[in-house]
């Protein structure tokens, strides 16, 4: 059974920063595309940034600048840093692996309060 666990997420100031992580716990082999998606009230979710197994990355316009993605292959572990942050970042975070043979897994979610 895998499973994705996501940590790091909290309340920030704006302006400030949070790094989120995602690791992947069980069997999991062959992951291709290691990303982020985000969740706010009201809103459908939507990408926030993707790294391939060859570490090309991209980025929601809105993001560009002030987020960066990595992953640590050996650990099946994706992260994020985010810094300058908006209140508009305000959501629930999503990480997302992608197999070479299809297979998509989700973590839980965690949440990002970005508030004065």
């Known amino acids: 059974q895998v499973q994705l666990v996501e940590s790091g997420g909290g309340l920030v100031q704006p302006g400030g920063s949070l790094r989120l992580s995602c690791a992947a716990s069980?069997?999991?082999?062959?992951?291709?595309?290691m990303g982020w998606y985000r969740q706010a009230p009201g809103k459908q979710r939507e990408l926030v940034a993707t790294?391939?197994?060859?570490?090309?990355?991209n980025y929601a316009d809105s993001v560009k600048g002030r987020f960066t993605i990595s992953r640590d292959n050996a650990a099946n572990t994706v992260y994020l840093q985010m810094s300058g942050l908006k209140p508009e970042d305000t959501a629930v975070y999503y990480c997302?692996?992608?197999?070479?043979?299809?297979?998509?897994?989700w973590g839980q979610g965690t949440q990002v309060t970005v508030s004065s």
């Open positions: 997302n692996f992608k197999a070479l043979i299809g297979t998509i897994y």
């Open positions: 069980g069997s999991i082999f062959s992951i291709n595309t």
């Open positions: 790294i391939t197994n060859g570490g090309s990355t």
